[in-house]
């Protein structure tokens, strides 16, 4: 999580690092851009590869949220994403600890 958070990118509330959020094996990345996202992703690719672990696409989810004022001003693209060279699923609700994020 250290190693996420030393990267420089993704969110912040304040000067709080939000990027990743862990629970056991459960890992949340939240990025404010597709690049922020793809190099989160590399890194954890990198620490599978180092400690042979491996995140699997089939178990991942992706959700892409956007400002109201874009939504209907123009169409956002949803960026692709992969792990472990297969495509992470776009999906527009996902349970995460018994809540729902949507």
């Known amino acids: ?12 509330i304040g000067d709080c690092y939000v990027g990743a959020l862990a629970y056991a094996d459960d ?13 989160m992703l590399g890194f954890c690719e ?12 089939n178990k991942s989810k992706c959700m892409f949220f956007s400002s ?3 939504i209907g001003r123009l169409h956002v693209q949803r960026p692709p994403f992969y792990i472990n060279n297969s495509a992470v699923e776009y ?12």
């Open 27 to 39: 890992i949340v990345l939240i990025a404010p851009s597709a690049n922020a996202m793809r190099k």
């Open 1 to 12: 999580m250290r190693g996420l958070a030393n990267l420089g990118v993704g969110c912040y």
């Open 68 to 70: 109201k004022r874009y």
């Open 46 to 57: 990198q620490y599978a590869l180092e400690y042979n672990i491996m995140f699997n696409a």
């Open 91 to 102: 999906v527009d609700q996902w349970p995460h600890l018994g809540r729902y994020i949507k």
